[in-house]
């Protein structure tokens, strides 16, 4: 299999689009662990082989070094840590004070790049690489998110960086995200004729699957892109249809 041997880190990698990444990593031969504050319900699977489950507060940054130092330690090895945990609620900026919001670029900024740095050493000697999992959030205005797009936008420039400071040792890349069907799926859409009205203004005709992303992370982390590293992938189905095209009152058939 495409990474037979290889060794893999996903964080928050228990539930949502980092069990799908986790799963695609399983599937195509490595060996996996998770860590998040809280145990998945259920070990995350695939083909029959489970990935490990270590809890982690990623913003204790002693924490961080023992945890990579530990899963080096227990393989021998890591090739590959996929920086999957954050997200946010839906909160106007005018609705929560300078703390909160810092707390949100905290989680989706500063920990990964806590969690880079303990892990460097041991991807430099694996030849290994980083994989940021951004969003289009990052790329465009964010209402009611606008700390957790700024924080979106702050990570693929810091991978940006990181691939020259880290180069030719590690590759880094980013994953940009679009709307993706995860459990939770219904607080955001709503029931599933919300998710699927939602999904059909994307331009594939669907919101993407965790495992669309994993397989995306997999690509990125093998040796099919041993010449990738600072990119920035989007996984977005194509975007999102421009409003004026909608509006506009022009004749579509002249």
């Known amino acids: 299999m495409e990474l037979d041997g290889r060794v893999v880190v996903v964080t928050g990698g228990t539930r949502g689009v980092g069990a799908g990444i986790a799963r695609s990593f399983l599937a195509a031969g490595a060996e996996v662990v998770v860590c998040a504050r809280r145990p998945p319900d259920e070990p995350v699977s695939a083909g029959g082989r489970e990935a490990s489950f270590t809890p982690l507060d990623l913003r204790d940054a ?11 330690g227990r393989y021998g090895r890591l090739d590959c840590l996929v920086n999957n945990a954050g997200g946010t609620p839906y909160r106007l900026l005018g609705e929560g004070d300078a703390e909160r919001h810092a707390r949100i670029v905290e989680l989706n900024l500063v920990a990964p790049m806590t969690a880079s740095l303990a892990a460097r050493r041991w991807l430099e000697r694996a030849r290994g690489s980083v994989v940021m999992i951004g969003s289009v959030s990052g790329t465009r205005p964010s209402p009611g998110t606008a700390a957790y797009g700024a924080a979106k936008a702050g990570l693929e420039n810091l991978a940006r960086s990181m691939a020259v400071e880290w180069a030719p040792e ?14 939770l799926a219904h607080l955001h859409y709503g ?11 994307v331009p594939l005709g669907r919101l993407a699957e965790p495992a669309d992303v994993g397989d995306a992370a997999v690509f990125l982390a093998s040796d099919r892109a041993r010449y990738v590293s ?12 421009p409003a004026f095209l909608d509006a506009a009152t022009v004749n579509k058939e002249s």
Do not use: K, P, W, Y
Not at 62 to 72: C, I, Q, T, Y
Not at 174 to 182: A, E, Q
Not at 230 to 241: I, K
């Open 230 to 241: 600072g990119a920035s992938l989007l996984v977005h189905g194509g975007g999102e249809r």
């Open 191 to 201: 029931d599933e004729a919300g998710i699927e009205a939602v999904g059909a203004t």
């Open 62 to 72: 002693g924490a961080v070094r023992d945890f990579f130092d530990a899963v080096a």
């Open 170 to 183: 590690v590759r880094v890349n980013s994953l940009v995200l679009g709307m993706v069907r995860t459990e």
